[in-house]
């Protein structure tokens, strides 16, 4: 078994700003404040993290913010279903749809979320692409504040799945932040970046990346570089690395390389 496990916002698709208009009407209606929303980087964080530190920095102590989370959580996926409506929905990256599509047809692989939305909020966010079918398990936001913690999660739903053990090199993270990246090197994972999500190529490149595409529109080469085990960066889309004059496309010099 492979897992293969994608975040949601950025990565599979944009939800046009509605996830934090969203936030900010439910905190308002429930805390009565939103603290620093419109300058806060969402990116890669969970839900219970952006709720705390948007709170937290609003003055409210850990105790209160945890008491009202579950009212909060409630309001949200109303709010949120409110807020994709009115933006007319959410739009679906380039390459995704037939990505996974391909990519779940493939023997042994098992495809996954890994997210900090709360599983409400990516289900409501998933539901009218048609890409839900695809994702057999999740690890979700309302599992654990700490992204980091989410693969482990994820690692054993999976094993319930299949009954049998996968090892982390056997999991792949996609994602679109450099937090993504730190949480698949958390758990020992291949970690896949695309800069989708508002990250730059250069800044997704500077945290090493296994795999770096500048979107997944080229379906044929995203999958090539999904299935393909090896260590080493590869950087698709016609993509120079960052850092030497390699051409484009080719696989750089493996980390266990012995060539100088
Ligand atoms: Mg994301």
Do not use: W
């Amino acid at each position: 078994m492979r897992l293969f496990l994608f975040d949601v916002d950025g990565t599979l698709v944009s939800a046009r700003g509605a996830g934090r208009r969203a936030v900010g009407r439910a905190l308002e209606a429930v805390y009565g404040a939103t603290g620093p929303l419109a300058t806060y980087d969402f990116r890669g964080k969970t839900d219970p993290q952006i709720i705390f530190d948007l709170m937290g920095t609003a003055g409210l102590s850990a105790v209160e913010i945890a008491e009202h989370l579950p009212r909060f959580y409630d309001r949200y996926v109303q709010d949120l279903r409110a807020e994709i409506g009115r933006a007319g929905g959410v739009k679906v990256m380039p390459g995704i749809a037939e990505l996974v599509g391909l990519l779940g047809a493939q023997a042994d692989a098992v495809l996954g979320l890994l997210t900090g939305n709360i599983e409400a909020g990516a289900r409501i966010k998933l539901e009218a692409t048609g890409l839900l079918p695809h994702f057999r398990l999740g690890a979700y936001g309302s599992d654990a504040a700490d992204r980091a913690r989410l693969p482990a999660v994820a690692a054993r739903r999976a094993e319930a799945l299949a009954g049998r053990p996968i090892s982390p090199e056997r999991v792949v993270i996609i994602g679109d932040t450099p937090l993504d990246i730190a949480c698949a090197r958390a758990f020992g994972a291949r970690a896949v970046s695309v800069a989708t999500g508002g990250h730059r190529v250069e800044e997704l490149a500077a945290h090493a990346p296994d795999v770096l595409f500048a979107d997944f529109a080229d379906v044929g080469a995203v999958l090539a570089a999904l299935l393909d085990g090896r260590p080493g960066r590869f950087l698709g889309g016609g993509l120079r690395p960052p850092s030497d004059a390699s051409p484009p496309g080719l696989r750089r010099q493996s980390r266990r390389s012995n060539n100088p």
